[in-house]
């Protein structure tokens, strides 16, 4: 599957960006999907991930509830990133990524990931 990512860009802190994957194929029930942001300097890092189910959502403590990814990806071909609350520390390239995995499994780890997208950058100003 292919990927590409887009949304990000330059807000304020405390505003708000969508972020979208677009998937070559379907994504829903196929894969296991992850976002992924990493900041200069710093390894990249798990944001959210749900399985391949779409039942089980996993959100790292930073973003818990501020970031979502809503219930209605079922697009089938694109899963988004809701962002809100956004804060400076939320600066960085944002990736998406596929991979299979158990029905009910969430990958947390970018190793675990056999697809990537080009990642898309969003920078929060203070």
């Known amino acids: 599957v292919q990927l590409q990512a887009s949304g990000g860009g330059l807000v304020q802190a405390g505003g708000s960006l969508s972020l979208s994957c677009a998937a070559s194929e379907r994504i829903a029930n196929n894969y296991a999907v992850g976002w992924f942001r990493q900041a200069p300097g710093k390894e990249r890092e798990f944001v959210a991930g749900?399985?391949?189910?779409?039942?089980?959502?996993?959100y790292t403590d930073s973003v818990k509830g501020r970031f979502t990814i809503p219930r209605d990806y079922v697009a089938e071909k694109t899963v988004y990133l809701q962002m809100n609350s956004l804060k400076p520390e939320d600066t960085a390239v944002y990736y998406c990524a596929a991979t299979w995995a158990r029905w009910d499994e969430v990958r947390l780890h970018a190793s675990e990931y056999d697809y990537w997208g080009q990642g898309t950058l969003v920078t929060v100003s203070s």
């Open positions: 749900f399985s391949r189910s779409g039942r089980r959502i996993y």
